[in-house]
């Protein structure tokens, strides 16, 4: 199902066939107890300060009590949180997770979102739903474009988990629908023609500094919270350079970022000014193709 991040050097074959077969794989203890530490420090910094209608953040739609001490405000995520702290920027830029997505995709890599996931005590989120990603990102110019979820909390069933279909990527994009329950203060999200896919739905235990990795076209869902402590997990999706947003729907803030360049990894001022180089080229060839 997965390695252990500490020994990978580079992905190896196994890993990369369970990718292209399953749509996944599990790098277990990928982050050490003092990375993760200091990720937990940093998600109570910002979560301190989250305020229901701030832009790019959303709240437990169950109640407005107060949360736990991590997250007193109940928020469920946050997006562009690599610029909220200095620590998420980093993680976004960790050499051995930019590693892991050059060996998928091939040497530059860039970023495409960064945000944190939040299961709020006793949640129940069934409304989340089965869903792709891959829906808000279409069309693209190909499909090497995929998620890193790390898991600062245990999580499993019933506890904040992530759930999962093997193999469903390999199916295409899948209508998305919203159906109304009874009770319910939000609509519930639901995958068209989800029925025949249930069977094969797995749910993994997380522990700590593992993570996730899956791609964009994957059926999944992330799973209630019947337990008295927030559970964080943390999204940083990447894609290949040669992945283009055809339409440019992508409004967050890792859109068309440089994160490696020769699997070396940039910096901040590094990929903010190759990002501006870039995009001032593409656009003069649009403009130059108009012209012709």
Known sequence: MGGRGALLISLTENLKNQFATDGYFILREFFSSIEIAE????????????????????????TKEPGDDI??????????????HERFEAHMRTRKLARVFCDLYGP??????????????????????????????VPLSNYKNGCAITYLHAMGRDTGGTSLVPGSHRDGVFDRGYEAVEGWPVKKRVIVGFDTYEARAITPE?????????????????????????????INVYQARDCI???????????????????TVLSADESGRMRDEEIAARSSVVEETQIE
Do not use: C
């Open 206 to 234: 997380f522990m700590p500094g593992d993570v996730l990795v899956f791609d964009s076209w994957l059926m999944h869902r992330a799973n209630s919270n019947y337990t008295n402590e927030s559970k964080i997990g943390l």
């Open 245 to 263: 947003d055809l339409e440019n729907r992508n409004t967050f803030g890792p859109a068309n970022l440089p994160i490696t360049r020769s699997r």
């Open 108 to 137: 530059d890599i860039n970023g495409f979102q960064s945000a944190a996931v939040i299961k709020t005590p006793q949640l129940n989120n069934d409304f989340h739903g089965w869903h792709q990603d891959a829906p808000d990102y």
């Open 39 to 62: 990720l937990r420090d940093a998600a109570a910094d910002v979560l301190s300060e989250a305020t229901r209608g701030a832009r790019g953040v959303g709240f437990d739609p169950w």
């Open 71 to 84: 997250n007193p405000n109940r928020v469920t995520y946050i997006n562009d949180i690599f610029l909220m």
